[in-house]
């Protein structure tokens, strides 16, 4: 897969984009996911979305709890893993759609992690990452930093409910139609191939 397909207008006519965010109880191997959110993009219009809260069958941290709003009251009801997961992965037909997501790293390891746990096939989908994309396209000192929210300041994107995960999909999304709107303007700006790949469970564990 090649970064270059994202300057080709017929593949991105055909490209079926699912912009992924997943929330968790922190950023170790060892924590889980909390909500579940993908927002499938499809010939220029959004055509649907899914969006989940997930149990995480522990404590939720004060500090994630001030971050994303969701606390131990909101989960305790809400379905396991075990019962989302396979939804979700249906809803996102991977790999035949690509991933879109910003550190598509982080997003593509717990959910590879959370498929090893349930006896799940993780099909490896080609991937768009936002933040070398935008690292590729907006070198700072043109923007202050390369996080979600930063990003969504400089080009107007509004996102009230930040660190949710379907308001974070959609505003990832919104950032990959600016960004590709800055590259189709810019003249030969050639972009690394950590921009569009196929992520490894080698890469993953690196």
Known sequence: MSADLLTDPQFLENLTLVSVDIETTGLGDSDAITELAAVKYQKGQVVETFSSLVNPGRQIPVFITRLT??????????????????????????????????NARFDTRFLMNACAQLGLEWQFPASIDTVFFSRALLPRPQVQNHRLGTL???????????????????????????????????????????????????????
Do not use: M, W
């Not at 969701?70 to 075990?82: E, K």
């Not at 509004?158 to 189709?184: F, G, I, M, Q, S």
């Open 69 to 102: 709003g969701i606390d131990n009251q909101l989960v305790a009801d809400a379905p396991t893993l075990r019962e989302v997961l396979p939804v979700f992965l249906e809803f996102c037909d991977f790999p035949r759609s690509v991933l879109l997501a910003h």
């Open 152 to 206: 969504a300041h400089h080009f107007g994107i509004k996102n009230p409910n930040a660190h949710r995960a379907l308001a974070d999909a959609y505003t990832c999304l919104e950032l990959y139609k600016c960004l590709l709107d800055v590259l189709h303007a810019a003249d030969g700006v050639e972009l690394p191939e950590a921009v569009f790949r196929t992520l490894t469970e080698a890469d993953i564990n690196d």
